[in-house]
């Protein structure tokens, strides 16, 4: 019964397997009593598969008795007693009680160190749960010190070549990496690599495996091309040493797809998973987990492909089995529900959506708990689901929730901590809390610096919210260094051609002129006046750019030439040098801009609300600026007549 039991499961079929574990268990509760070895064992495994279903309280509670009867019956310091420590550990941190997790692994450690010996290998295989544990709950340092102890304990015992110390390599590797000191992974990596090749052969399984994890280490560096180049070597190898069909030759394909995907190689990437779906069904089954992901893998492709109809098909196919094949509480199922609902808005289907993502959230908080990380991202994709509807309160709430708990679980540091300060931000600017929104954007630019980088996409993306921020509150002085700032980063990476920098240099533009104008009426205007020109400059070569690289309907170039229409505003009202003739030039050119750009952007499908006000905003300028009564009145109105109609919706 045992064996058949085993054998279900390793082939997927846990109901099967969990149907005969559950019988073996009461029967070996009945034959050998409660306390007797085999009960204990088949609690154990009754425990793993309930955990693997989905069904993690059973499982907790269930191992939770396996602890307390393995103590009894074998004494605190026996090695399976120790083992079911270990594993009521992994449930604890499954369920989001981590510092219940954590305190297990410490007590397991000094139990293995004092019956074991300091360099026993269980007492290293303790040192590094444990080091994953001080990871999971931010103790980085700790976690540190003990994969470097782990790591001299290894080569001191078993020698600087011996597999076991070539792993505690990796393992370190891996904690420089996802610490974002990547230089120090690509070292320890290239080391690892050449080290198993010499002691194991180029063909062994952890050498392909080594090859791997340097691919793994290139993606987040400049040298991310030279992933697909390993990888493409392991499949090759894989297929030659285990043949095209085994479960390690399918893995490469797949880590072979990622690493494409991650250079930009998309189609190589789909191309794959498509190949390795009808080999995962003829060599795991429909109904296995490996056939479910790799469905799971092929529909994201589809998606990021925008065959959204596919993706769709695969991924309420992928839900329905295993809805089945695991239950609805299952992780897997929950994840399933989640990627379908983003299918659902992909496709413009945001009721679905919206009921998915709503069926899923108690669903994660019930099955995983509040602070699982499942669950916090479940929240996040609700809360975004909320603000494209424009249930503004909703997503509002759930990301202060979604803050308060990524503070707490990952840390202040923490990527997705930074993401969702970055969120709850801009859910503030949208409620009108504009205060609260620029403290929030205050303390992430720094955080984003040293986490991120100073390039990092996100820290650039906060380096212009900020600034946005300011120029609203008019603090133009502040606004004004982190916009240069932006622009020079823009490019330095980019062409001057580009329309990321031209974004760019026309947001600094923008900013200028508006300080101008909001200095017309000092005593001194030459500080006012220098901006004005400098923001007229930078706005005629934005539009000279665009005119040539964007289709004359843009938007974008409409937008650049209201912008361009402001700032001319701004100078022929500031600078007293001009003449007469040449003021009303600019207040005549400035007006044919303004108004061609009005109606372009009043017809246009892709122009923003934002956008515009602001060109209505700049008509009313000019007319106020010339003098011009009756168009000034006739722009208000209209401007006003937008302003309503924004407030009713």
């Known amino acids: 019964m045992h064996n058949l039991g085993v054998s279900f499961h390793s082939s997927g079929q846990l109901d099967k397997a969990l149907q005969l574990q559950e019988e073996e268990l009461a029967l070996s509760r009945k034959v050998n009593g409660p306390k007797h070895p085999s009960t204990l064992d088949a609690m154990n495994g009754l425990a793993t598969s309930y955990h693997d279903v989905g069904r993690r309280n059973e499982a907790l509670k269930l191992q939770e008795e396996v602890l307390a009867l393995r103590r009894k019956v074998n004494g605190p310091e026996h090695p399976d007693t120790l083992l079911a420590m270990n594993n009521l550990a992994i449930y604890y941190h499954a369920a989001s009680r981590r510092e219940e997790a954590l305190q297990l692994q410490v007590e397991a450690l000094a139990l293995r160190r004092k019956v074991d010996g300091p360099e026993h290998p269980d007492t290293l295989m303790a040192m590094h749960n444990l080091a994953n544990y001080y990871r999971a709950a931010n103790r980085r340092d700790e976690a540190l010190q003990l994969l470097t102890e782990v790591l001299a304990l290894r080569r001191k015992v078993e020698g600087p070549e011996h597999p076991n110390t070539l792993m505690a390599m990796h393992n370190l590797a891996a904690y420089y990496h996802s610490s974002g000191r990547r230089d120090e992974a690509l070292q320890l990596q290239v080391e690892v690599l050449a080290l198993f090749r010499k002691v194991c052969g180029p063909e062994h399984p952890d050498t392909l495996l080594a090859m791997n994890n340097l691919a793994a280490s290139y993606a987040n560096t400049d040298r991310r091309e030279d992933g697909p180049r390993l990888r493409e070597e392991v499949v090759t190898l894989t297929r030659k040493v285990l043949g095209p069909e085994h479960p390690d030759t399918l893995r490469a394909m797949n880590n072979l797809a990622d690493s494409y995907v991650n250079v930009g190689r998309r189609d190589e990437a789909l191309k794959l998973r498509e190949e390795v779906l009808p080999l995962r069904r003829k060599v795991d089954g429909l109904e296995h987990t490996n056939t479910l992901r790799a469905m799971n893998n092929l529909a994201i492709a589809y998606s990021d492909a925008g065959r959204r109809d596919e993706a769709l098909k695969l ?8 809805n089945r094949v695991l239950g609805a509480r299952h992780p897997d199922t929950l994840l399933a529900m989640n990627s379908l609902a983003l299918s659902y808005f992909q496709a413009g289907r945001r009721e679905e959506a919206h009921r ?10 019930e099955v995983n708990g509040v602070e699982h990380l499942d669950t916090i991202k479940a929240m996040i994709n609700l809360s975004s689901s909320y603000a494209t509807a424009g249930r503004r309160e909703e997503a509002l709430k759930l990301r202060e929730e979604v803050l308060t708990l990524c503070n707490k679980v990952l840390g202040p540091q923490h990527r997705d901590t930074l993401k969702a300060m970055y969120n709850l931000a801009q859910s503030y600017g949208a409620a009108g809390r504009l ?10 630019l720094p955080r984003s610096r040293e986490v991120n980088g100073p390039d990092h996409p996100d820290t650039l993306e906060s380096l212009q919210r900020l600034a946005g921020s300011y120029r609203v509150e008019q603090r133009y002085a502040e606004a004004e260094p982190l916009l240069r700032e932006y622009v020079q980063r823009r490019k330095a990476r980019y062409s001057s051609t580009n329309d990321i920098v031209v974004s760019a240099v026309s947001s600094l533009a923008g ?3 508006d300080w101008a104008w909001s200095e017309r009426r000092a005593s001194d205007k030459t500080n006012a006046t220098q901006r004005a020109h400098e923001a007229e400059d930078l706005l005629h070569d934005c539009l000279t750019t665009r005119a040539n690289t964007l289709r004359p309907g843009s938007s974008r170039l409409a937008e650049t030439r209201s912008q361009l229409g402001g700032a001319l505003v701004a100078v022929a009202v500031l600078d007293s040098t001009l003449s007469h003739q040449a003021r009303l030039a600019r207040f005549t050119e400035a007006e044919s801009l303004l108004l061609s750009a009005h109606e372009a952007l009043r017809q246009g499908q892709t122009a923003s609300p934002t956008d515009k006000h602001d060109a209505l905003e700049r008509l009313v300028r000019l007319y106020e600026a010339w003098d011009k009564p009756e168009q000034l009145a006739e722009w208000r109105m209209k401007l006003a007549e937008l302003e309503k109609a924004r407030l009713a919706n």
């Open 315 to 322: 991924r309420q196919e992928v839900l329905t089995l295993r």
């Open 356 to 365: 998915l993502w709503e069926q899923v959230l108690p669903l994660y908080r």
């Open 435 to 444: 205060g609260e929104a620029l403290k929030l954007r205050e303390e992430l």
């Open 511 to 513: 900013l200028l002129y």
